[in-house]
Each structure stands twice: as C-alpha cells, then as structure tokens.
T-cell receptor, first 113, second 108 residues
Framework: DAGVTQSPTHLIKTRGQQVTLRCSPK?????VSWYQQALGQGPQFIFQ???????QRGNFPDRFSGHQFPNYSSELNVNALLLGDSALYLC????????????FGPGTRLTVT | GIQVEQSPPDLILQEGANSTLRCNFS?????LQWFHQNPWGQLINLFY???GTKQNGRLSATTVATERYSLLYISSSQTTDSGVYFC??????????FGAGTQVVVTP
C-alpha cells in the first residue's frame, strides 16, 4: 500500500522565480491538502483540493495556486518567490473528502535565495 | 479561527522516564490527531482520537472533547522518541489546525 509521495525532496530557487511541487495521495484517497511549515513552527494550511476543485483555502496570497488531476494527484505552484517562502511544504491526503484520518508525505524542502 | 495550544514547549527526559504532553483547543472540533515529526521532517501518525483513550505500545492518548483537551502519554521513554510532537485539530472539511509542538529530547 503506497503512502503519500512528494517530489522533489529538495529544491533551491532564486527570488522572483516560480516553483511547482507535486504530490501523489495514498492509495484510495481522494482529497489532497497542502501545508507550509516554517522552521520551528507548526504546519500552516494552504489549501485543499477535492474533486479537482479548491474546496477551502488558508490565509495565503494568490501567488500560491494549485491543481488536482483526475487521478487525485496534485500540484502546488508558487509564483514570484520571496525569501519568506523558504519552508518545508507538506502534502496530506485523506479519503471521503478528508473527514477522517489524514496522512502526510515526506515533504519538499524549498530554499529561496 | 480555532486556537490550539501545546504544553510544555520543550521537554528533556532521561531514558526510561514517563511524560505527559497536553493539547488544549478553543472550540468544538470534529476530531484530533497526534503526530511525531522525525528529524527529516516526516509527520508520522500516532493517534486519531476524537474522544476516549487509545493505546499503541508505550504511547497512549486521551481526548476529552467536552473539556477541549487531549493528552499524550509516553511511558518508558527511549532515545528514538526524540523529536517534535504535534497535535492537530480537525475541523471544516478536514482542515487541520496545528499547535506549535512540543520538542522532546530523550537522553541516554
């Protein structure tokens, strides 16, 4: 039973660039949520995708956007990168619209220089 | 939004000791999860516990939803228990609101 996978593992970008992170949910799950975790803090909710639509969104600017594909995998896009976007980006998946237990991937560590 | 507070923020234990971590939340929630974050950043599911008590080996958790708190017990701690422990409340279509975490260091 494959768990949640994310790619890439690490990424280094320059201010102003754009980045795309990818997530494949756990087998049988249909909902993907993205979180940003700054150093020394708890993860913060970015947004959630269900049935290929953004169902809810946290307090993040429009520079953060996403997509969910028919196979339930998801992408997180960040435009016009800022130094403050450096963080661990975590993807979580759940089933039946994530009303039950959610599972996290290993994360993508983004460094913006 | 809902507030989640964890205590203590840091905990240093000698191997073999027992400890209790606490999670308070400000409003009614659908559910609650406890995670252990390893040094590589992976969040590992420990408990999914809306109410009552669950046990898994040396770890157990209790949630009293009516009083808006949850407790995580670590018994006979081992060095592999080191890391950050997060509680996260589940509300609004599966959105997780995390606490700030408890950093646990277990010394030999």
């Amino acid at each position: 039973d494959a768990g949640v996978t994310q790619s890439p593992t690490h990424l280094i970008k320059t201010r102003g660039q754009q980045v795309t992170l990818r997530c494949s949910p756990k087998s049988g799950h249909d909902t993907v949520s993205w979180y940003q975790q700054a150093l020394g803090q708890g993860p913060q909710f970015i947004f959630q995708y269900y049935e290929e639509e953004e169902r809810q969104r946290g307090n993040f600017p429009d520079r953060f956007s996403g997509h969910q594909f028919p196979n339930y995998s998801s992408e997180l896009n960040v435009n016009a990168l800022l130094l403050g976007d450096s963080a661990l980006y975590l993807c979580a998946s759940g089933d039946r619209g994530a009303v039950y237990e959610q599972y996290f991937g290993p994360g993508t560590r983004l460094t913006v220089t | 939004g809902i507030q989640v507070e964890q205590s203590p923020p840091d905990l240093i234990l000698q191997e073999g000791a027992n400890s209790t971590l606490r999670c308070n939340f400000s409003d009614s929630v659908n559910n609650l999860q406890w995670f252990h974050q390893n040094p590589w950043g992976q969040l590992i599911n420990l408990f999914y516990i809306p109410s009552g008590t669950k046990q898994n080996g040396r770890l157990s958790a209790t949630t009293v939803a009516t009083e808006r708190y949850s407790l995580l017990y670590i018994s006979s701690s081992q060095t592999t228990d080191s890391g950050v422990y997060f509680c996260a409340v589940v509300y609004s279509w599966g959105k997780l609101q995390f606490g700030a975490g408890t950093q646990v260091v277990v010394t030999p």
